[in-house]
T-cell receptor
Framework: AQSVTQPDIHITVSEGASLELRCNYS??????LFWYVQSPGQGLQLLLK??????LVQGIKGFEAEFKRSQSSFNLRKPSVHWSDAAEYFC???????????FGTGTRLQVTL | DVKVTQSSRYLVKRTGEKVFLECVQD?????MFWYRQDPGLGLRLIYF???????EKGDIPEGYSVSREKKERFSLILESASTNQTSMYLC??????????FGPGTRLTVL
């Protein structure tokens, strides 16, 4: 069965520091991969997605992610974190013909000033 | 701009009540989804619908049913609410096979 693993439940970084959130997936075919962000009490907002082509994907709010097939990873990065980036981040992979999403359990990002 | 709305942001119900959660999308998307979100468990799919009157069970359908009479509207029904259904409920819509767009969520408390 397809699965998504986000090994870090909680990460704390200082404002201005770089950020990398890890995501590993288990899926037999070429995956469609997504990163979503959820601010407290809100729904999920798409940060970026990978379907095919260039393995380095740019998203909104200065985020990027790199698809590495050999490592089954799709890690999210940002060179300089802002206090407003504090939120929960979810990695997801599309599974099945109905385009259902399988989500990781999320990583909560705390930003210290 | 893409818009998915949910009928309530917060809802408090009593055990045994019938609960309706409504979701409306304005993008003419075929697919619509209902998830529940619990701390440490991420999002889990309850039901999804790929067309009017068509539905499929997700990973945790027990205790829930759904209705899709019009393309833009997808309802989640708790026939007899229980305390273990206290959760955040998120609706999403999708134009196959692209991004899912999420509503703001409904935080349901069952007393």
């Amino acid at each position: 069965a397809q699965s998504v693993t986000q090994p870090d439940i909680h990460i704390t970084v200082s404002e201005g520091a770089s950020l990398e959130l890890r995501c590993n997936y288990s899926y037999g075919a070429t995956p469609y991969l997504f990163w979503y962000v959820q601010s407290p009490g809100q729904g999920l907002q798409l940060l970026l997605k990978y379907f095919s082509g260039d393995t380095l994907v740019q998203g909104i709010k200065g985020f990027e992610a790199e698809f590495k097939r050999s490592q089954s990873s799709f890690n999210l990065r940002k060179p300089s974190v802002h206090w407003s980036d504090a939120a929960e981040y979810f990695c997801a992979v599309v599974t099945g013909t109905a385009s259902k999403l399988t989500f990781g359990t999320g990583t909560r990002l705390q930003v210290t000033l | 701009d893409v818009k998915v709305t949910q009928s309530s942001r917060y809802l408090v119900k009593r055990t045994g009540e019938k609960v309706f959660l409504e979701c409306v999308q304005d993008m003419d998307h075929e697919n619509m989804f209902w998830y529940r979100q619990d701390p440490g468990l991420g999002l889990r799919l309850i039901y999804f619908s790929y067309d009017v009157k068509m539905k499929e069970k997700g990973d945790i359908p027990e205790g829930y049913s759904v209705s899709r009479e019009k393309k833009e509207r997808f309802s989640l029904i708790l026939e007899s609410a229980s305390t273990n259904q206290t959760s955040m409920y998120l609706c999403a819509s999708q134009f196959i096979p692209d991004t899912q767009y999420f509503g703001p969520g409904t935080r349901l408390t069952v007393l």
